[in-house]
């Protein structure tokens, strides 16, 4: 699964980056350790082009009846998006990019009960895109509530040794698919959410510290 991440990069470095236009209202802190149900920043295709929005990690499907459904969806599985109602819909019509720099997951000790935090970043400490699904709930009190979903599919050789999952990190071009709203084609898109290429990617031990969602700050992967 992808339970934590970081986007420490500022709105400027995203807005070239992803060369989308940056709301001037849109201007957030360096977070090192986002966790679900907080606001995320996504991309998504509006009227042709692509825009940025926050939304909330942990999805809420429309048909939901209950809001703390959420707290259970932050993740989804690329092998059964065409399977599963819950997905399946929204392959086809409400996909996004979900923006990061860095994501954490946790590697057993052997023979320990212990699990030592490790964080994975592109070897040039970049940008990059999640693949990601949302949909938008509407409350008991009537209020639209716009969440979304991290697509997860099987590791490199950089995350293997660490965990069995890893989130599925787009290329420049699967970026584009994947936002494209005229791709209907479940498996055209379903092959872009393969692991991304190992001998890009590297990984390092970091401070426990990042198990606390309360803490968010820099010398978490100093």
């Not at 989308?20 to 209202?25: D, G, K, L, T």
């Not at 509530?145 to 069995?164: A, D």
């Not at 393969?194 to 990042?210: F, G, L």
Request: with cysteine; glycine share 4%.
């Amino acid at each position: 699964m992808c339970g934590r991440f970081t986007l420490f990069h500022n709105m400027q470095d995203i807005g070239r980056a992803f060369r989308v236009e940056v709301p001037a209202s849109m201007q957030l802190k360096p977070h090192y350790n986002v966790a679900p149900t907080q606001d995320i920043v996504t991309i998504q295709n509006k009227d042709a082009s692509p825009h940025l929005e926050l939304l909330r990690w942990g999805l809420i499907p429309s048909w939901a009846k209950e809001e703390g459904i959420g707290s259970r969806m932050i993740n989804a599985r690329a092998e059964t998006l065409a399977e599963k109602p819950s997905f399946k819909r929204l392959l086809h019509n409400r996909r996004c990019l979900i923006v990061a720099d860095g994501f954490y997951e946790w590697m057993q000790e052997p023979g320990s009960k212990l699990k030592t935090p490790m964080y994975i970043t592109l070897k040039g400490q970049e940008l990059f895109a999640f693949a990601g699904l949302w949909d938008s709930w509407k409350n008991p009190a009537g209020e639209q509530i716009r969440t979304c979903t991290i697509i997860t599919t099987t590791p490199n050789e950089v995350v293997s040794p660490i965990h069995n999952r890893m989130p599925a990190i787009l290329t420049d071009e699967g970026r584009e698919e994947w936002l494209d709203p005229d791709q209907k084609d479940e498996q055209a898109l379903l092959h872009l959410l393969k692991a991304y290429p190992a001998q890009q990617m590297e990984a390092r031990p970091v401070s426990r510290r990042v198990n606390d969602i309360r803490y968010d700050n820099a010398d978490l992967i100093a």
